[in-house]
């Protein structure tokens, strides 16, 4: 009505009578204790109260059309956001191999990686997707399996050559390279290609918290190290590690790809997964299942 300076050009632009329009008006005036408009047999003006009010509505309506085009936006194919969060010595493995093609193909997806041993939300939506190697998960999570981490038993090429390694009995005589971030993760449960399995306790003076440490403590000649293969393989390859008892290795860590529960998954989630889930059928070798 404020545009158009009449109760009756802004009923009928509405589809309402004159009259309700006049009581929406009066009830606004007295709910503010103030005039809005000055009323003449010709015309009606907005009083300063009422050119005030009629321009917070129009940012206010400005800000709601903005608001629902980046909904309408983040809802569209092809559009948005996708968080995703990984272990930090796994997750730069999967953005590397994993995310470029995916990438390519969703141009205006915006991708939010987050590479830490901290465990994100993805319950209450502080991550979109998560790699995780947690038993026990809420029942409204989806938790699609990847499958064990193959470790393997790694020193340095000085360390094999000053103690020969032929046997399990020689783990015994040569000091270990253990975990002090999950001290569980010093029981090594190691079983062989032909079905064999053997519980040993790491033993030795040198620890670390991180993956990136033991690798560096075993470069170094200080003990064994047990690794996942995806963390080693570019060691192996270049002799800097040796892989000792070849035919033997462990599986601590069993990963699951863990998203929200929805009725219907937005297509650049379902493709996000997709292109993990390759990643994953690429790299079978890094697994032990």
Known sequence: MAQ??????????MGVSKGLVSRHIRALESELSCRLFFRTTRSVVLTEPG???FSAAQQIDTISQKA??????????????????????LGPLIAKSAL???????????????????????????????????KALPDNLVA???????????????LVNRHPINTLSDLLNVPCLKSSFDSSWNDWSLHSEDGQRV???AHGQYSSSSYEGLISLAMGGLGIACIPLALVEKSLADGSLVRILPNWSASQHHLHLVYTHQRFYPKK???FIDAVMEW???KHHWFTD
């Open 4 to 13: 158009l300076s009449s109760f009756s050009k802004a009923a009928d632009s």
């Open 144 to 158: 699609k399996d990847i499958g064990a981490l193959k470790d393997v038993l790694v020193c340095s090429p000085s």
């Open 280 to 282: 994953r059928k690429n």
């Open 269 to 271: 989630l379902r493709e």
């Open 199 to 201: 519980q040993l306790a």
């Open 68 to 89: 629902a085009q980046s909904i309408n936006m983040l809802t569209q194919d092809g559009y948005g956001y996708i968080r995703f969060t990984a272990p930090d010595a």
């Open 100 to 134: 470029p093609a995916f990438a390519k193909e969703n141009p205006n997806i915006h991708l939010e990686l987050d590479f830490t041993t901290d465990i994100k939300d993805v319950e209450f939506g502080e991550s979109d997707v998560a790699l995780r190697s947690q």
């Open 51 to 53: 050119k005030e009010l």
